[in-house]
């Protein structure tokens, strides 16, 4: 059986996260739908990781097994006629070993979170980034975000439903910009591991908001680390505001193109 590999985009929005539940609408549920208007039979999907309700994505990775092989263009337009209406999209599709594997193969992860800041109520972008309504000193958060770069045990950091088998995560990257809005500021958070703990990237969001308002100083963002300890953790920020932007592979199956 042919293996693909799909690179997904999705509005999280009315979705229960990426992952297949009985009685809740999943992105994972809508790709899978849309698979088997073409293939009858196929068994399911497997991804790079799976996010949770309401969160985003521009470059989710995917592959699946098919029963007969499609140019891979057409294969993409195909499952984009199908995926209609739910805000879901194929942007590449490509053609892959039998052993390739989207979350096996992976060699990294990216992640944004934008956050804004204006008194003003979000209108276009409502839904598609954490609103607070009072001023962040980004110099605060950068200090904050400097002391969780590297490898260290993110107890603190991770949710108590967190399936991994150790707490010790390497983060490699986490950048904090501002850029101005109408009425207020743009934060955009960046971050990049090989993988990522479970409400991990939120945690630290939700956290490194209270350095920027004032509330916590940057060293406690140490503390709250070393004390491996989830109740030291500040408040994990909303969903809405963070997206799968990036998969890491040693060979980029989507660098040229199949038609």
Same mark, same amino acid.
């Given at each position: 059986m042919p293996r693909y590999a799909l690179r997904i985009e999705y509005n999280g929005a009315p979705f229960s996260g990426w992952q297949r539940q009985r009685? =809740?609408? #999943?992105? =994972?549920?809508? !790709?899978?739908?849309?698979?088997?208007?073409?293939?009858?039979?196929?068994? +399911?999907?497997?991804?790079?990781?799976?996010?949770?309700?309401?969160?985003?994505?521009?470059?989710? !990775?995917?592959?699946?097994?098919?029963?007969?092989?499609?140019?891979?263009?057409?294969?993409?337009?195909?499952?984009?006629?199908?995926?209609?209406?739910?805000? !879901?999209?194929?942007?590449? /599709?490509?053609?892959?070993?039998?052993?390739?594997?989207?979350?096996?193969?992976?060699?990294?992860?990216?992640?944004?979170?934008?956050?804004?800041?204006?008194?003003?109520?979000? /209108?276009?972008?409502? +839904?598609?980034?954490?609103?607070?309504?009072?001023?962040?000193?980004?110099?605060?958060?950068?200090? +904050?975000?400097?002391?969780?770069?590297?490898?260290?045990?993110?107890?603190?950091?991770? #949710?108590?439903?967190?399936?991994?088998?150790s707490p010790v995560k390497t983060l490699d990257r986490l950048d904090i910009t501002e850029s101005s809005v109408p009425g207020g500021t743009l934060f955009t958070f960046r971050l990049h591991a090989r993988s990522f703990l479970h409400n991990q990237v939120r945690s630290f969001v939700g956290t490194l908001e209270r350095v920027g308002a004032g509330n916590w100083a940057d060293d406690d963002v140490r503390r709250a680390l070393l004390a491996r300890d989830r109740t030291a953790c500040g408040p994990v920020s909303p969903p809405q505001g963070l997206y799968l932007d990036g998969v890491d592979y040693s060979d980029d199956p989507f660098a040229a193109p199949d038609r």
């Open positions: 009685d =809740q609408p #999943s992105v =994972q549920g809508a !790709v899978e739908d849309a698979i088997r208007k073409l293939d009858a039979d196929h068994p +399911g999907i497997m991804a790079a990781g799976r996010t949770d309700a309401g969160v985003h994505a521009t470059a989710q !990775v995917a592959h699946c097994d098919l029963a007969r092989a499609w140019a891979p263009f057409r294969l993409g337009e195909a499952l984009n006629y199908h995926l209609k209406p739910a805000p !879901v999209a194929i942007t590449a /599709v490509a053609r892959v070993a039998d052993d390739w594997h989207a979350r096996f193969s992976a060699t990294g992860r990216h992640y944004t979170f934008r956050l804004i800041a204006r008194r003003a109520p979000l /209108v276009h972008e409502a +839904g598609l980034a954490w609103h607070v309504r009072h001023p962040l000193s980004l110099a605060r958060m950068q200090a +904050g975000a400097a002391q969780l770069i590297g490898t260290h045990d993110f107890t603190t950091f991770r #949710s108590t439903m967190c399936q991994a088998a």
